[in-house]
């Protein structure tokens, strides 16, 4: 049996070309702020992943079938519904901090919001940190 590979994949597509090319200039300027608290917080620099992902850092995993890979610490990307931020250590830890960020929605490790402006940056940069020291220590939900 062939082994899986993943799609989304670390490239050397430019990310000022591909958050420029962002039609609206609300979601355009919402990542370029959400990159520079991502970039802040891991001390790493914007890289693409597949087409439309900007990750921050790295990690390498190792599933209990013995898969294994490396993926972002942190990440978002510009969907058409919503802006979709990757937390990779889950939100099982964040209850209070999710509780007082504002208007969003989430998935096992996303965070959706419709705009920056809904939410409590202060609080947004504390997530991104909390998660970044979790998925530094291990603590990852994917």
Not at 31 to 53: H, L, Q, Y
Not at 60 to 79: C, D, H, L, T, V
Request: with cysteine; hydrophobic share 35%; charged share 30%.
């Amino acid at each position: 049996m062939a082994k899986a590979e993943l799609k989304t994949k670390l490239n050397d597509a430019s990310v000022e070309d591909f958050i420029n090319k962002i039609a609206d200039e609300n979601i355009r300027e919402d990542c370029k702020k959400v990159s520079e608290m991502m970039e802040k917080a891991t001390g790493a620099k914007a890289k693409m992943w597949g087409a439309s992902i900007i990750g921050f850092g790295t990690y390498n995993y190792k599933y209990a079938s013995g898969r294994e890979g490396e993926w972002m610490e942190i990440g978002f990307s510009p969907r058409k519904a919503n802006l979709t931020l990757y937390i990779m250590s889950g939100f099982t830890k964040y209850a209070e901090l999710l509780a007082k960020i504002g208007k969003h929605k989430t998935g096992k490790s996303c965070l959706y919001v419709k705009r920056l402006s809904d939410l409590d940056e202060k609080v947004l940069m504390e997530l991104i940190e909390n998660s970044i020291e979790n998925v530094r220590k291990g603590n990852i939900q994917f």
